[in-house]
């Protein structure tokens, strides 16, 4: 009897942790599109090697008026092919499509975030600069 109660309790246990560790790691949270200019895109690790990137999102979005903070957007790439096109698109505008998890994997990357696909890429917006003699009337 008591051998059964120690089977079925194992059984719950490994049951339990599976759950747990598919809701941590593999389970969807959020997903969604961040736009900014993409700042880098690198392969890097030590046991697990990942793709890891940085998008820069910019915005008026400050506590005290009249100052523009800028907004870091820290994601991994799993897929190889999408990551070495990312590599090719620094310091453009991209919007790029993310899922959120509630924890990393060390083999899927360093972030909760992982991109999944490129929706829009575009060259960096560029300053306007006007002539001195329009500057005057401004």
């Not at 997903?31 to 046991?47: D, H, R, T």
């Not at 090697?49 to 790439?77: C, D, H, M, N, P």
């Not at 190889?80 to 590599?87: G, H, Q």
């Amino acid at each position: 009897m008591m051998k059964k109660f120690g089977v079925a309790a194992a059984v719950l246990l490994v049951i339990a942790f599976a759950i747990f560790f598919y809701f941590r790691f593999y389970f969807v949270f959020g997903e969604g599109v961040k736009s900014g200019e993409l700042n880098y895109v690198v392969y890097k690790g030590v046991v697990f090697k990942t793709y890891e990137g940085k998008l820069i999102q910019s915005g008026i979005r400050s506590k005290t008026a009249g100052s523009i903070q800028s907004y870091e957007f820290e994601f991994s790439v799993d897929n190889e092919e999408l990551a070495r096109k990312l590599m090719l698109q620094g310091g453009k505008t991209v919007e790029l499509h993310y899922k959120e998890y509630f924890g990393a994997l060390p083999w899927r990357g360093f972030t909760k975030f992982v991109v999944d696909s490129i929706v829009t890429s575009r060259p960096a917006a560029t300053e306007i600069t006007l002539p001195p003699t329009e500057l005057k009337e401004l």
